[in-house]
Every structure is written in C-alpha cells, then in structure tokens.
C-alpha cells in the first residue's frame, strides 16, 4: 500500500507491504536519483519481492526530492536522514517485532550501511551494487552485525576486484559475519540477471533465518 511518512524535509513517499503480526521488517533504499533511481527500480523491486516472499514485511521510500517526496536530493547526509525517519516510522508500528534489516542498491547500499552504523538495533543487512569506489567506507570496518554484499560480476561502474578489497578488509575481523556473492555475468544493476539476483538474495535469508532459529 502506498504511504505517506514525515521526513525531516517534510512527506516522504513509502510503499509498504505488510506481512504477518511479528513478521521481521526490511527497509529498502533505492540506487541515485541523480541516475535516475527510485523506489520502483528493477533492482529494487526485486530485492523486495526477495524478502516478501520470505514472509518479510518491506517499506520502500523514496528519498528526498524523489517522487512526490518533498526536499531536494543532499548527496548523503540528507538522505541518511529519510532513512532513519523510515526506521522510525517501521518501529512505531507496534504489531511488529524488533528483528530489522535494511537493505538497499548502490547508492542506497551505502544509505543503508550508514543507518545500520548508526542505529544498533539493525539486525542484519543485504547490500547490492555497494559504490565502494564512488564512496568512504572506512566507517564498515568492523561491521558490527550479519549481512550479505552481492555484487555484478561484470559490472561496469564498480570492478568486482574493489569488492573484493572489501572483503579482504573485512576478513582481518574474526567477528565479521559477512557473506560476499557475484552474481555470474551481472552488471551494476543485474539488468539481465534479476532473477539470479532475487535468488540469491532469498537463500541468504532462508540459510540466516535458520541459523537463527538454530
């Protein structure tokens, strides 16, 4: 259902998808809007098929200046914002439990690794096409809970050799519990691989899910 949130720049946009009562909660950021990203982009919206389809409930926003979102778009800090006033409103929804994910691509994998560092009570995360050459990400090191980075092999803007960096970083960190996946072929935005895309990221929630009820 569409929804309409405060932001700290006024309404935000927000399309959410309730599950079950209790159900664990995913918030998902959308890529840049200065190259076009929304909340109904392709990759978006099948990283939220991912996680509805294991029973999550999912908010998708869209950022400051995006849609009919109020505010002009900040490059990052603004942005981080929105995402924190949507982790806000998911918690104020009662029904629901405390288990939260984020998630996002491109630039909004970076938002929402930016909103995890910041709000502890983010239990996991999946980041697709992370900018890691466009952004600092000095901030991730140690990351501090669970999560998955799957990235494009083939991808055009970010080497999948600059994520691997990443996770020769991250593996000096013997309590880092980050899985890293290349989706075979896949380019930023896995244009022609979604479906790869989606079942990738559905298993890393299946094989999560059941270590945690281990």
Known sequence: MDVVLNGPSGKLE???HSSTPHA???LLLHPNPVQGGTMDSKSVYTLYR???RQGFSCLRINFRGVGRSDGRYEGGEGEISDAAAALDWLQHRAEYNNEFWVGGVSFGAWISLQLLMRRPE???FVAAALPVNHYDF?????CPVQGLIIHGEKDELIPYEEIEKMQNTLARYKAVKVEFHAVEEADHLFSNHLADFEAAVAKYITQTSAKSAA
């Open 14 to 16: 927000g399309r959410f």
């Open 24 to 26: 664990p909660v995913v």
């Open 50 to 52: 991912a996680f509805a």
């Open 122 to 124: 983010t239990a996991r």
């Open 138 to 142: 000095g901030f991730f090191a140690p």
